[in-house]
Nanobody, 121 residues
Framework: QVELVESGGGSVQAGGSLRLSCAAS????????WGWYRQAPGKQRELVAQ???????NYADSLKGRFNISRNKANNRSYLQMNSLQPEDTAVYYC???????????????WGQGTLVTVSS
């Protein structure tokens, strides 16, 4: 069973920064990609950023230049550095991992609680 735990959310003023963390664990888990997603109140979950273990990254167009995804293979963690935060970035942020060809949470539909980011103007 794969467990993903997000942390690092909080309340910040517009223009501030936060760094989110996602810890992955699971017996025999082999991760080949990480993903961050967010869901704002009343909206659908959307992709924020993805990163393969080979270093290829993919960002939502609107977030390029402000958000940065990284990962630490040694401790099975991914990070999302968020800068110049705006009120429209307010959302619950989730992570997902791909093992083989399978995105774990996307496939199971079980996204957990995520971590809440609130940006005030």
């Amino acid at each position: 069973q794969v467990e993903l735990v997000e942390s690092g959310g909080g309340s910040v003023q517009a223009g501030g920064s936060l760094r989110l963390s996602c810890a992955a664990s699971g017996r025999g888990l082999t991760i080949n990609a990480w993903g961050w997603y967010r869901q704002a109140p009343g909206k659908q979950r959307e992709l924020v950023a993805q990163m393969t273990t080979g270093g290829h990254t993919n960002y939502a167009d609107s977030l390029k230049g402000r958000f940065n995804i990284s990962r630490n293979k040694a401790n099975n963690r991914s990070y999302l550095q968020m800068n110049s935060l705006q009120p429209e970035d307010t959302a619950v942020y989730y992570c997902d991992v791909r093992s083989g060809s399978r995105w774990i949470r996307t496939q199971t539909g079980s996204w957990g609680q995520g971590t809440l980011v609130t940006v005030s103007s």
